[in-house]
């Protein structure tokens, strides 16, 4: 079965510093990864993803995220931290057997930045 | 403008009681998903939808049904509700396997 971990329920980092919020995953085949953010009371924003190709991906609002296959990670990451950055961040993986006509998205359970003025 | 929406936002209703959860999109994706959010559980899958009459259940299906008549719409039902249901619900929607698009969320209490 596919699982994701997000080993930290919280991030601190001040404004302007870089930030990194972990992710790690199982699944059984080549995944699709996947990183989305919920500000309070809204939905689920898409924020980037990993299909195939480059390891580094780029995304939304100046976030980035790495792919790195050996060690079963899809760490998100940002340069410089906005105040406005401050939200719930998901990452979530498609199990691989989509293409048999069977699919899941498993999330995990989140991890709350908070990033400090 | 490309959406996904949900009825009620939400809801405060009585164990047993019936309730339908509607959900709604305009960009003609085949697959649809419904979710709901717990406190230190992140967003589990109830049921997906690969297209119109398939239906196929999640990780946590008990006590939900869904129905996929038309493409646009994806209803989430409770039949009986029970205070264990409470929780913050999603609707989604996604072309095949590509990047899901999700609703505002619907807050359902249970008493």
């Known amino acids: 079965a596919q699982s994701v971990a997000q080993p930290e329920d919280q991030v601190n980092v001040a404004e302007g510093n870089p930030l990194t919020v972990k992710c790690t995953y199982s699944?059984?085949?080549?995944?699709?990864l996947f990183w989305y953010v919920q500000y309070p009371n809204r939905g689920l924003q898409f924020l980037l993803k990993?299909?195939?190709?480059?390891?580094l991906v780029k995304g939304s609002y100046g976030f980035e995220a790495e792919f790195n296959k050996s060690q079963t990670s899809f760490h998100l990451k940002k340069p410089s931290a906005l105040v406005s950055d401050s939200a719930l961040y998901f990452c979530?993986?498609?199990?691989?057997?989509?293409?048999?006509?069977?699919?899941?998205?498993?999330f995990g359970k989140g991890t709350m930045l908070l990033v400090s003025p | 403008e490309a959406q996904v929406t949900q009825n009620p936002r939400y809801l405060i209703t009585v164990t047993g009681k019936k309730l339908t959860v509607t959900c709604s999109q305009n960009?003609?994706?085949?697959?649809m998903s419904w979710y709901r959010q717990d406190p230190g559980l992140g967003l589990r899958q109830i049921y997906y939808?690969?297209?119109?009459?398939?239906?196929d259940k999640g990780d946590v299906p008990e006590g939900y049904k869904v129905s996929r008549k038309e493409k646009r719409n994806f209803p989430l039902i409770l039949e009986s509700p029970s205070p264990n249901q409470t929780s913050l619900y999603f609707c989604?929607?996604?072309?095949?396997?590509?990047?899901?698009?999700f609703g505002p969320g619907t807050r359902l209490t249970v008493l």
């Open positions: 939808s690969m297209n119109v009459e398939v239906t």
């Open positions: 979530a993986v498609r199990d691989p057997g989509w293409d048999s006509g069977y699919s899941t998205l498993t």
């Open positions: 990993y299909i195939t190709g480059d390891n």
């Open positions: 960009m003609n994706h085949e697959y």
């Open positions: 699944v059984s085949g080549n995944p699709y």
């Open positions: 989604a929607s996604s072309r095949g396997g590509d990047t899901q698009y």
